[in-house]
């Protein structure tokens, strides 16, 4: 008979690429990248069914919104192609709504799991992800226990994001949901560097595939390993491992995940990056629910197109990048709290980036953001903000001092804060803009206590 699995529980993080977005695509270059306390969690239980019925199939739910259920199905594919899953209908008349990240990470631990313990059967699950607030600018309602999760009662996909990596967060925290479940502790162990190591290669391929591109990386890395300086590893890691079904996957994605054929280049220091006792990171979300489509493929054509002028502009930001991870660590090591100095660091730093989104026409700070920005640095206590990651119109980040009172302020000034009319670009509609309750996080992926999530995981 089969061992009884015991529940698991596993979260990570989101992110903030506070500086070295488009950058840190290129290995030449670094991201300055801090974990949020915004994590998604998931709980995975086995799934129980009736006596003597026995049942290939993986159920996921995400309890929080609407139509939010997925079920699989899954099977050993010929030719050591590892686990092909198959989503099933949950009911004849419903469409099939499919979820590219929950699906393409279930078959990549699936086949991961089968290739480290091949004789063993994998046995049906019940999986609930469920997510902190500030992921959607949706209003979510209050839950009926003292749950710190909500209830935000729209279907997912109608649900504003606010650009803090939840596909990230989701396919690193189910991943290791998934590995911690099935696998034993002398094979995959979260808490140990190589059991981290093999989370983040295994994720980071998910990621990517579920895309459908392969990105620098950041997001994944920052969910497993928390806030650091990440340089990415050679896209060419992740170009010859194939797809789940096709011949040789499962041997190619063990060794890939094991490091045994080819070696991740990704560099990760946590040392180099903190944020100073008296300082907390703010996130404004301005809530228009539109990103420029392409903008990273613009930049990288004006980067193609204009080697010269690119270069000056990437080389000098990235040396103000590594000034302000610098200060940031030299105050937060000297517990002073004179910030001229890293006020200056994040002005030259804007200034940067708005030529480079001149020089690319690609607007990475745009009119709208600047103004919100100005605004925002002139409030007594806030050191400064910058438009993370790829910028546009997802929210923006402040370094503030971590007093009340200047949290206050800033919430006020939000409050009646409207898009001057001259600079009005008609681009976007900005909706409200509002502060976020996040704040940034040290810490990585880690095991939660299955207990925390109440009537979440029971009877949903
Ligand atoms: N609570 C959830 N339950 C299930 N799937 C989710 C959940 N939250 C996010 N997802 C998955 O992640 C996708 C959103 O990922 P996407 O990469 O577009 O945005 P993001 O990671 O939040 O933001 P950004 O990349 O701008 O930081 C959704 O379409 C869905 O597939
Ligand atoms: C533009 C880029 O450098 C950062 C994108 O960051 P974000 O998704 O906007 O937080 C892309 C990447 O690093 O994959």
Known sequence: MAAVLSRKAVSAPGKVLLAGGYLVLDREHTGLVFGLDARIHVHIEP???????????????SPQFLEANWEYGYRLTEGEG??????????????LLRNAFVETALSYALTYISSSVPHHLIQPA??????????????????????RFLNFDVPLWDAHKTGLGSSAALVTAFTGALLAHYLPKSQFDL???????????????????????????????????????YKRFSPSVLQSHGEPGTLLFSKKLKSLVEE??????????????????????????????????????????WRKEKPEEAGKIWGELQKRNDGLAAELVRLSKSNSTEYAELRECIAKIRALIREMSEASGVPIEPEEQTQLLDTCSRIPGVVGGVVPGAGGYDAVSLLVENKPDV?????????????????DTGAVTIGKVSMLDVREEMEGVRLEDPAIYGEWVEGH
């Open 126 to 147: 019940s999986i609930s992800i469920i997510a902190d607030t500030d992921y959607y600018s949706q209003p979510a309602k209050r839950s009926v226990s003292s749950s």
């Open 82 to 95: 590892g686990i092909a899953v198959t989503q099933l209908r949950v009911s004849a008349d419903d469409p």
């Open 407 to 423: 949290i206050e302020s800033i919430k006020k000034a939000l409050a009646d804060w409207k898009v001057n009319e001259k600079v």
């Open 260 to 301: 045994t054929s080819v070696k991740w280049d990704t560099e990760i220091v946590k040392s180099a990056v903190d944020i100073p006792k008296g300082l907390r990171l703010v996130m404004c979300d301005v809530d228009c629910g539109s990103k420029t489509p392409g903008m990273v493929k613009k930049v990288l054509q």
């Open 47 to 61: 799934l129980q069914t009736s006596q003597g019925v026995v049942l290939s199939e993986i159920i996921v739910k």
């Open 191 to 229: 808490t140990t560097d190589t059991g981290r190591q093999r989370l983040h290669n295994l994720s980071q391929a998910a990621h990517c595939a579920a895309q459908g591109k392969v990105g620098s990386g950041f997001d994944v890395a920052s969910a497993v390993y928390g806030s650091c300086l």
